[in-house]
């Protein structure tokens, strides 16, 4: 059972502290392992990835094979159905109609002290994208991180992804098609992200890691980052639904259900103004559950870690959900629009009860990879930025520069940087002798 | 004496490479050590604070005497003469100016298919500076970390700053007056970032840590990092100067000092299309170290990591300055605005021979907190996009979902989430019961 919670009662605020700091997740110790792994690459490069791939995907492949090859993927795209070519098509379009908008613009402006200023925007060179293969192994993670690399400009767009017993995913090769990508390669594990970082014979390295993968994996792109550019560590997934009493509780039921089945740790929340829909709402989910294929797994989430939570009214409900800053949040009242800006911290919100999460996950537009663990207090979803750099642009003229120098050679003396402020005392002589 | 290359010569490019990898800082390792602060300044709160403060930096405080006093900051600002005052305010005032332009905006739209899509900008609710004592402590990266914050609406900003022996920087104070901080923690170290990051009973946590710090302020962030969001670590600063002949030696050579008086770690390179005028600066270098303050630390960084390289042309040079992507990038060439769309990698661009780096440090109006070592290849200085973060937003009307739901279920079935497209098709089944 989950916790059923209420505002009003007396422990409420220590009921909910302790939903709040549950630790769902278990970081396994992969550290060492992972350390030795990467060095392991470093020194030995393609050799050694032959060997890692042999030994965890029980697959042997000699350094030529580590690619797969045009006609490769070809034969892989032929085996998907039109109808889910179709599918992926639709979705890949809207993601991409998406992120096209946040390309952000150049500006260039000159000050009134007759400065030039301004910022550039250009794309990270190369990007590599990883791509976890068997049960987790998601065409759409593929979409959502690929087409925002393409969309920001990456020329060099490459991904890992581990082909256990020879075995690839059909639309995994469609999806990376549809998006563009440039290089596919078959090896997987802490040995991928250690080959994108240093690059090996056969894979050379990017400037940038992003995508989803398991413990070995994160704990790779923990380390590496630095040498490149890493997305979030993404944690389990997690949903917060606020709903009034007008809804049907087994469309509630079905979007707290769709988090938790990703995961045994995922977490699905429930706020609600009417204590008898949540209640609906649990006996809904219950019902669900005998019949869902994967009712072990939602079973345990939302045993452990779900929760139905009675509020006295929706302003109470926003306070508490930017408690959580959850990553998906689901507004299924009268007025979502007006509640929606009450909030202040979620990685997505999705308005009405016309819009369930899975929509976001697949064919609504935004980007799925969005920030866990409470962290959308700081940090948000995948976009095109993550693959793009801002360049800070200055030009003095003489003027300007008798304008603002003096400010820079006093600050530059207030702290010792004698060089700082020598660099404008010679410029602005200069322009005294020039009078 | 620093390296010279020519890019004509046989060994050049094995040359440039050792210069690209040479491990400019050796890190400390303080991982243990600061491991066991933070849980201590978890487990204890202020009283570790104070313990610790005592222990570092020689000061006797009550948990009480932790804040500064607003009577205690007017006391400090009082001593700031006027014309430093008029310094700090003329660049608070320039970056102020420069940072409310980045700004972004919210979006909303309704597509094709009669979705409503869109996402909103949220400011980080509470934001902590770390500011260096002693020796680095520079208002300049107080008003380049707090004005973007305070620009961005964060509502709760709050510094630390270790006073050894009870020393307080007035400059310090006056810059933290002028951008608004709202709260001054006279503590350091891994200290800090740990009361920041788990807050202590005078402390509140906050939700975003910035600011530089020596080898143990890195190490707690890295370990914080996840529970708060930081910025980036950054490295030794590193000037790259790309000049023609038609330069004052003298200016340039000031110009790769100011950043080598930083740090022994410090690296500048001059790219010169003309190899007399590459030797005229190195003679100027020489001649300027021999009257700077900071000769000791600018001439340790020229003779380990400096480099002069003659280049064929500006095209080769703006070639070479990728593969740096350096921090500061000086362009004093005749025509800087052709060169520097050449130019992909670089933290900033410094336009013209009017324009000394140094402009930048202070009253330029862009930050001068930038990627360091390289990572110009994938991010980027701060802005005020590091204190918002983007919540998407998406609303399905009945007939847009009847429009896109169907490949959304079918994409689910794909990838075996059965809840997933269960949250679609109950809904869509009652959009075809209405008919």
């Known amino acids: 059972m989950p916790v059923f919670l209420d505002t009003r009662d007396a422990d409420f605020e220590a009921e909910f502290v302790k939903l709040l700091s549950a630790k769902r997740e278990e970081s396994e110790d992969v550290n060492d392992a992972v350390g030795k792994i990467i060095a392991d690459v470093r020194a030995r490069g393609d050799a050694a990835l032959?060997?890692?791939?042999?030994?965890?995907?029980?697959?042997?492949?000699?350094?030529?094979?580590?690619?797969?090859?045009?006609?490769?993927?070809?034969?892989?795209?032929?085996?998907?159905?039109?109808?889910?070519?179709?599918?992926?098509?639709?979705?890949?379009?809207?993601?991409?109609?998406?992120?096209v908008r946040q390309m952000p613009q150049d500006v260039e402006?000159?000050?009134?002290?007759?400065?030039?200023?301004?910022?550039?925007?250009?794309?990270?060179?190369?990007a590599g994208l990883y791509v976890p293969g068997g049960l987790a192994s998601y065409p759409s993670s593929l979409l959502m991180n690929a087409i925002p690399a393409?969309?920001?400009?990456?020329?060099?767009?490459?991904?890992?992804?581990?082909?256990?017993?020879?075995?690839?995913?059909?639309?995994?090769?469609?999806a990376a098609r549809l998006s563009g990508v440039d290089e596919i390669y078959r090896v997987g594990g802490a040995q991928a992200i250690a080959a994108l970082a240093y690059g090996t014979e056969t894979i050379p390295a990017v400037d940038k890691i992003?995508?989803?993968?398991?413990?070995?994996?994160?704990?790779?792109?923990?380390?590496?980052?630095?040498?490149?550019?890493?997305?979030?560590?993404?944690?389990?997934?997690?949903?917060?639904?606020?709903?009034?009493?007008?809804?049907?509780?087994?469309?509630?039921?079905?979007?707290?259900?769709?988090?938790?089945?990703?995961?045994?740790?995922?977490?699905?929340?429930?706020?609600?103004?009417?204590?008898?829909?949540g209640q609906a709402v649990a006996r809904a989910v219950e019902a669900r559950l005998e019949t869902l294929d994967r009712r072990k797994i939602a079973g345990a989430a939302w045993r452990d870690f779900g929760a139905?939570?009675?509020?006295?009214?929706?302003?109470?409900?926003?306070?508490?959900?930017?408690?959580?800053?959850?990553?998906?949040?689901?507004?299924?009242?009268?007025?979502?629009?007006?509640?929606?800006?009450?909030?202040?911290?979620?990685?997505?919100i999705f308005l009405g009860r016309w819009t369930p999460e899975a929509i976001g996950d697949y064919v609504g537009g935004p980007n799925h990879v969005l920030p866990t663990a409470r962290s959308a207090r700081f940090s948000s979803g995948l976009s095109v930025l993550d693959f793009l750099k801002r360049t800070t642009l200055a030009e003095m003229t003489p003027e300007a520069l008798k304008a603002i120098g003096p400010s820079a050679e006093r600050l530059a003396h207030a702290e010792s940087l004698q060089a700082h402020g020598l660099s404008v005392t010679a410029r602005l002589e200069q322009l005294n002798r020039e009078g």
Chains 1, 2 share one sequence.
Request: hydrophobic share 45%; proline share 6%; net charge negative.
């Open 150 to 174: 393409k969309v920001a400009g990456v020329e060099r767009l490459a991904i890992c992804v581990p082909t256990p017993d020879g075995v690839i995913n059909p639309l995994v090769m469609l």
């Open 50 to 99: 032959c060997e890692l791939t042999a030994h965890f995907d029980r697959l042997e492949l000699s350094p030529e094979g580590l690619a797969l090859s045009r006609a490769e993927v070809d034969a892989e795209v032929e085996k998907v159905t039109p109808e889910d070519r179709s599918a992926l098509e639709h979705a890949a379009q809207r993601i991409r109609a998406y992120h």
């Open 210 to 277: 992003t995508g989803p993968g398991n413990a070995y994996v994160a704990a790779a792109k923990r380390r590496v980052f630095g040498r490149v550019g890493i997305d979030m560590i993404a944690g389990p997934s997690e949903i917060l639904v606020i709903a009034d009493g007008d809804n049907d509780p087994d469309w509630v039921a079905l979007d707290l259900l769709s988090q938790a089945e990703h995961d045994e740790s995922a977490q699905s929340i429930l706020l609600t103004t009417d204590p008898e829909f």
């Open 308 to 348: 139905v939570i009675t509020v006295r009214d929706l302003e109470e409900a926003a306070v508490l959900s930017d408690r959580v800053a959850p990553e998906h949040l689901e507004l299924c009242v009268e007025d979502p629009k007006t509640l929606s800006e009450r909030i202040r911290h979620a990685g997505a």
């Open 109 to 126: 402006w000159t000050d009134p002290e007759g400065a030039r200023l301004g910022w550039r925007f250009t794309p990270v060179a190369a």
